[in-house]
């Protein structure tokens, strides 16, 4: 069992900046490649990049490539997500999640969810 606590979200303005990061206790963090998704109101929720246990392989949904930067510290159980140049499209509920072995795009790949953090971008 992983649990997963992320921070960090807010109320910021259109090209500014946040660092979310996810917190894992339980079993051995480095386990398991973690990921960023996030939920709009209204809209599904949808992949936005992952991180492999070593750091060696990351995957970025092309709406945030160039902007986004995922990384972890396995020392610290936690994971990040740097997001520069943010737009009002960003705005959504960020999860974290915790999956065995594979940077997947898929939900189901991933067993273990955090409850979430609002990022909320003005025009």
């Known amino acids: 069992q992983v649990q997963l606590v992320e921070s960090g979200g807010g109320l910021v303005q259109a090209g500014d900046s946040l660092r979310l990061s996810c917190v894992g206790s339980g079993r051995t963090f480095s386990d398991y490649s973690m990921a960023w998704f996030r939920q709009a109101p209204g809209k599904e929720r949808e992949f936005v990049t992952a991180?492999?246990?070593?750091?060696?392989?990351?995957r970025y949904a092309d709406a945030v490539k160039g902007r986004f930067t995922i990384s972890r510290d396995n020392a610290k159980k936690t994971v990040y997500l740097q997001m520069n140049s943010l737009k009002p499209e960003d705005t959504a509920v960020y999860y974290c999640?915790?999956?065995?072995?594979?940077?997947?795009?898929?939900?189901?790949?991933?067993?273990?969810w955090g409850q979430g953090t609002q990022v909320t971008v003005s025009s």
């Open positions: 991180i492999n246990w070593n750091s060696g392989t990351t």
């Open positions: 999640a915790a999956g065995g072995g594979v940077t997947s795009t898929y939900t189901y790949r991933y067993n273990y």
